[in-house]
């Protein structure tokens, strides 16, 4: 599989996710799988059970996330995550399609992430394997692991249910 395209709009999603004006968006190969388009955004009060419903299980996705969180001592946090979506429950016709699909959620994004806009060091990376991989707390507790104040759990609720 050649490296996906990067559509047009995808990068103005994406700068749209990092300032907090979208919570996220949803990323997809087009029909002629030669480039990365968006197939859904998410405005900020969005409960974070309707963006985690756009994933498919039988189809690869990657998302961008705006993660917000409060830390102890009145500090906010707002932590950009790039989602890797590849379902265990991806089959198709033949095991050599199914793995070419699989292998591509790794090298797809490729072209995005060596944009300079993206700057690695401020995005998170998360694979996702199934529902539990991209529940709130998973998620939480990747984006949070390297912070020194403890994080305060009524702002994850907040967040999950689009107010925060």
Known sequence: MDPLQVGENVFEGFMKVRSGELMGMILKVSEDEKTLEIEHTFKRTTPYSEFTRCFDNNDIRWAVLNFRFNVAEGGKRDKLVWIAWSPDTLHRKSPRETCRLKMSVMTAPSEFLKNPIVSK??????????????????????????????VVPSSVLSFINGQL
Do not use: H, T, Y
């Not at 996702?128 to 529940?135: R, T």
């Open 121 to 150: 060091k401020s995005v998170a990376f998360l694979q996702a394997n199934g529902p539990d991989d991209i529940v709130a707390e998973s998620v939480l507790s990747k984006v949070s692991k390297f912070e020194r104040d403890p």
